[in-house]
């Protein structure tokens, strides 16, 4: 799951970006406003984290051009600003949820979780393909009930394939969703990444490759 | 607590009783005493009448009277009885009717004609009038020997005249015993009336609390004495609301400023919690600098709000304004020009001013501090000092002259973003809460060419 995370404190962004990242998560952090609202149009993020008090354009203004934009992605809110009427306005202007400042980073977490379910249609947890299991909050994956250890990574990338089940996805739709924007991309890092996560989940074709297309993902 | 409408009946009642009192008795003594000149008028005429009928005689006295002739003196219960005196006592007549009573002999008539109340018994209170004359001679005939004085008093039985007095005065008490009652009943529904608009008032007062501010009280169809009253309840609200309004913003801005290094604070402290390896080398620098920015928040806060309830301690002494700015401006030197700044200091005037060295410090250094800050690099900090002015000016392009009147205001930044160089926006507010208990002003001013001055203007002397 790739992430955006406009916030220009900068303490706060180095830490909610290091704490999303080892929880999985692929962040690209940006520190105003109209930065962050060029690399939310330009790239395919399932979630975006945005904070209201921005420099150059504020959270409100970003979100209100993206979503003229047509831009859909799932927007978390975080406000220094406490009344109802700043969140109201914030989820009228099309943002899904909202974290006050100052936050528990489990919160953030859980919110930014459940998000990126949503952006997936799904509300359910626990994504299942055959005798795989996937529970994305626990971050565990279970093969016919074995447990199957995974690095960081390799479960994003399973955990996003998951979620795109019975669709092929091409190899950039996962280099977008997987890496971020500070990650040294190689030609071959998603191939090699599927190599490892077929070794590790064990016997069985549970990940296609469609030559020239991408990969799938499919109950055999 | 006393009402004000129970106060006002009972008051009324009391006046109104007192008047319907006054009047009653002013009617009854009027009346009582004419019909007593009315009653002593006949008295005297019978008393004339048969003073008319008495005769000098001999050295004697002859009256002529009859009892046929004048009703009302034969029978013992009156109501007409007389009897006459030689004027040294001797008693000449007397009527049938006194039987064997007396009435008061000569000696008590001496400044006759005299009316007199008294009881006679057989015939009730009666009302005597004494007459004192001489009898006129028969035929007018010259008189032969001393002429004889007689005393003459009548008596009539008053009753009549008492059963009419009392009957008024029945009259007159029943009558106001009706008119008391019938105000008692009226004057409480009056006053409660009258006094509706201020009850309304009450009750429009009452609903009004701290989230109900905006309400005002109508003016509108209210009588004249309560248009003051509720005008100045109406500035009054005006000025509460706009200083809760003040305070509920101020409450939400610190709130605010605080928020975001609580946040910093609390998520590095989590994230080294929870991944302790992630942990930054500088991460106590961190935490320190944060610490530190919100001490300067709080110092900042508490003497504003001290300055601003007039609590702000001003010890005067001689204090060289141009001296200070420089040393200022001398500290900030380094700052300015690792920013790239052009940093210039020009000194106009000397001389010294009766003020706080302290609190100008203060001023002086939050200017500069201020525009060594938000002077963009490669624009111009110039720090102008006279003996009572001191001009702080740099260039600022993002500014308009909008934004002029908020300069001034807590928590106000061009950019509503926290720039995390631990500036709250509260350094202009503070300097001008400080220059104006040091009696002085600070003003901004904004050119053409985009250059905002900050000028301080301290009296002189």
């Known amino acids: 799951m790739r992430l955006l995370l406009v916030e220009d404190s900068r303490r706060l962004r180095e830490t909610a970006a290091t704490w999303l990242r080892r929880n999985g998560f692929a962040v690209d952090v940006s520190a105003d406003g109209e930065d962050g609202l060029w690399q939310a149009q330009n790239h395919d993020y399932d979630a975006i984290v945005l904070d209201i008090l921005l420099p150059k354009l504020d959270g409100l203004a970003l979100l209100q051009r993206l979503r003229a934009g047509g831009n859909r992605t799932h927007v978390l809110l ?14 009228e202007l099309g943002a899904d949820d909202y974290l006050v400042k100052p936050f528990a980073l489990e919160e953030l977490l859980a919110r930014v979780k459940s998000l990126c379910r949503r952006a997936y249609g799904s509300k359910d947890s626990r994504l299942t393909c055959g005798d795989l299991e996937v529970d994305t909050a626990a971050r565990k994956v279970y093969r016919a009930g074995q447990p199957v250890e995974l690095k960081p990574r390799e479960y994003a990338l399973l955990e996003y394939l998951m979620r795109r089940q019975g669709h092929i996805v091409s190899r950039t739709q996962i280099e977008e969703h997987i890496y971020d924007g500070g990650a040294e991309l190689l030609s071959n890092s998603v191939d090699s990444a599927i190599c490892a996560l077929r070794q590790k989940l ?14 799938e993902l499919a109950a055999s | 607590m006393t009402a004000l409408r129970s106060v006002l009946t009972r008051r009324l009642l009391l006046a109104i009783a ?33 003073a008319t009928l008495a005769e ?39 009527s049938r009717s006194l039987g064997a009573h007396e009435l008061p002999p000569p000696g008590f008539w001496e400044a006759a004609p005299l009316f007199r109340n008294l009881p006679l018994p057989g015939a009730g209170a009666v009302r005597v009038v004494g007459l004192k004359f001489r009898p006129h001679l028969p035929d007018n005939r010259p008189p032969r020997g001393a002429e004889v004085e007689v005393v003459l008093a009548v008596a009539s039985v008053r009753s009549d005249l008492d ?51 905006s309400a005002r009280f109508p003016d509108a169809g209210l009588p004249g004495e309560l248009v003051p009253i509720t005008a100045r309840l109406n500035e009054l609200l005006a000025r509460l609301e706009i200083s809760f309004d003040r305070e509920r913003r101020f409450g939400a801005d610190v709130a605010h400023e605080l928020r975001t ?18 942990r930054a080398a500088n991460a106590d620098q961190e935490t320190l600098s944060i610490a530190l920015h919100l001490e300067s928040i709080l110092t900042r806060l508490l003497a504003l709000s001290r300055a601003e309830q007039g609590g702000q301690p001003v010890a005067m002494e001689r204090a060289c304004l141009t001296a200070l700015a420089e040393e200022v401006f001398a500290a900030h030197r380094s700052t300015a020009t690792a920013r790239g700044l052009h940093f210039l200091f020009r000194r106009e005037s000397d001389g010294e001013i009766a003020s706080d060295p302290v609190l100008l410090r203060s001023i002086i250094t939050n200017l500069v501090e201020n525009a060594v800050t938000y002077t963009p690099q490669g624009g111009t900090v110039e720090v102008t000092a006279a003996a009572a002015v001191l001009c702080v000016s740099n260039t600022s392009p993002g500014l308009t002259a909008a934004d002029l009147p908020h300069l001034f205001e807590r928590f106000w930044r061009k950019d509503s973003a926290r720039t995390g160089d631990g500036h709250a926006g509260l350094g202009l507010a503070l300097a001008r809460t400080f220059a104006r208990a040091l009696a002085g002003d600070l003003t901004a001013t904004l050119d053409e060419a985009g250059r905002l001055a900050m000028k301080l203007q301290l009296p002189a002397g």
């Open chain 2, 163 to 213: 059963r009419t007095l009392r009957t008024l005065l029945i009259l007159l008490a029943g009558c106001g015993a009706v008119l008391l009652a019938a105000t008692a009943l009226v004057v409480p529904r009056v006053i409660r009336r009258g006094l509706t608009p201020l009850q309304t008032l009450a009750d429009d007062a009452a609903r009004i609390d701290a989230a109900t501010l």
């Open chain 2, 261 to 278: 290094p609580v946040a910093e604070l609390r998520s590095m402290a989590e994230l080294a919690v929870k991944l302790p390896d992630t």
């Open chain 1, 202 to 215: 064990g016997a069985g074709p549970l990940i296609r490759t469609r030559r020239g297309l991408g990969y």
């Open chain 2, 18 to 50: 007192l008047l319907l009192a006054a009047a009653g008795a002013a009617v009854y003594l009027l009346a009582r005493s004419y019909l007593t000149d009315q009653f002593d008028a006949a008295l005297l005429s019978r008393a004339q009448a048969i």
């Open chain 2, 56 to 94: 000098q005689e001999d050295g004697g006295v002859e009256l002529e009277f009859s009892d046929e002739i004048m009703d009302g003196f034969t029978k013992s219960e009156g109501p007409h009885f007389f009897q006459l005196w030689k004027a040294d006592g001797t008693a000449l007549e007397r």
């Open chain 1, 78 to 91: 975080l406000t220094a600003l406490d009344s109802i009427a700043d969140r109201v306005r914030g989820l």
